[in-house]
């Protein structure tokens, strides 16, 4: 006659487990929301980055002047440029130098970004930044373009919830992290 020992969990065992892990599980749900916000706010500093760099890069390239800028509707037939309530960006070369993107210019890049991240760009980014052939960006007077804009979303989680995005000096392009404390802060005209 030999004995069988049965192995498994009791019902108590089984509960305490639950248990622990939904604690675990619910300490580790803010954290995954900062991470998921984090990661919109990188993917949308990067695009606008890669985008005023293939503008830059495609007005030394091909001796023209290049334009970027904020699109309402990035993916539309032809997209138009459009600061309030942008979505995206787009890259065009701009033969006829009025700043928009005509039915005979090129349209070079298209970017969205994702859908809850907010654009607010600083006075002198507000109309998009040409490029010219000399890969550098000037204002209407001449001068070396020095602008901002600001992508950031309406949360606590990060607390470095904005990124500005600078042009500095006509065409160094880079980008720092802003706590902004839950609010979109509104750029500078100043990197």
């Known amino acids: 006659m030999s004995?069988?020992?049965?192995?498994?969990f009791t019902l108590v065992e089984l509960m305490i487990a639950v248990a622990v892990l939904a604690i675990l599980a619910a300490a580790a749900t803010?954290?995954?929301?900062?991470?998921?916000?984090?990661n919109r706010?990188?993917?949308a500093t990067n695009e606008t980055v890669a985008t005023l760099q293939s503008a830059r890069l495609e007005a030394i390239r091909g001796n023209r002047r290049a334009v970027a800028c904020m699109s309402a509707d990035p993916d539309a037939a032809l997209p138009a440029c459009n600061p309030a309530g942008s979505s995206g960006w787009i890259v065009f070369l701009d033969a006829d130098r009025d700043g928009a993107l005509g039915a005979n210019e090129r349209l070079l890049r298209r970017a969205s970004l994702?859908?809850?991240?907010?654009m607010l760009p600083s006075a002198a980014f507000a109309n998009g930044v040409a490029?010219?052939?000399d890969g550098f960006a000037r204002d209407a007077g001449g001068n070396l373009l020095n602008?901002?804009?600001s992508l950031c979303l309406p949360t606590?989680?990060?607390?470095?919830?904005a990124r500005l995005v600078s042009i500095g000096s006509g065409s160094r392009i880079r980008s720092n992290r802003v706590n902004a404390a839950g609010e979109c802060p509104t750029p500078g005209d100043r990197p």
């Open 41 to 43: 706010l990188r993917a």
């Open 147 to 149: 602008a901002t804009v």
């Open 3 to 8: 004995i069988r020992l049965e192995r498994g």
């Open 30 to 38: 803010p954290s995954m929301g900062a991470i998921i916000n984090n």
């Open 114 to 118: 994702p859908g809850q991240v907010r």
């Open 131 to 133: 490029f010219n052939a």
């Open 156 to 161: 606590t989680r990060p607390q470095e919830n």
